[in-house]
């Protein structure tokens, strides 16, 4: 019902960084997100949540991100972005995002969390 898209992925170099785009669409409905997520997954290791936007624009980090990754709202509707800075190889891993919220179709609500299929991130010389 609602599509959660990924995409900025790729290979960086070490201190490095990159953006990442999220963008939650609908069709036949309506969608008003009240949180977008950001997760990563190294491999051999559980998903991690690295990062939040609520609908308000309010932000909040995991420790092991904080002070180099931002998140921001997109101009367009239900579209964030996750600014990477200062990248280390211990940041290569899959990144999620997931847009939490209230789904309408013929006034009927649909609360969920719906996933992206995640996008690849590489930090390595």
């Known amino acids: 019902q609602v599509q959660v898209v990924e995409s900025g992925g790729g290979l960086v170099e070490p201190g490095g960084s990159l953006r990442l785009s999220c963008a939650a669409s609908?069709?036949?409905?309506?969608?008003?997100?009240?949180?977008m997520e950001w997760y990563r997954q190294a491999p051999g290791k559980q998903r991690e949540l690295i990062g939040t936007?609520?609908?308000?624009?309010?932000?909040n980090f995991a420790d092991s991100v904080k002070g180099r990754f931002t998140i921001s709202r997109g101009n367009a509707k239900n579209t964030v972005y996750l600014q990477m800075n200062r990248l280390k190889p211990e940041d290569t891993a899959v990144y999620y995002c997931a847009a939490e919220g209230i789904a309408w179709r013929d006034s009927t609500p649909t609360a969920g969390r719906w996933w992206g299929q995640g996008t690849q991130v590489t930090v390595a010389s």
């Open positions: 936007i609520s609908s308000s624009g309010s932000t």
């Open positions: 609908v069709s036949e409905s309506t969608f008003n997100f009240n949180t």
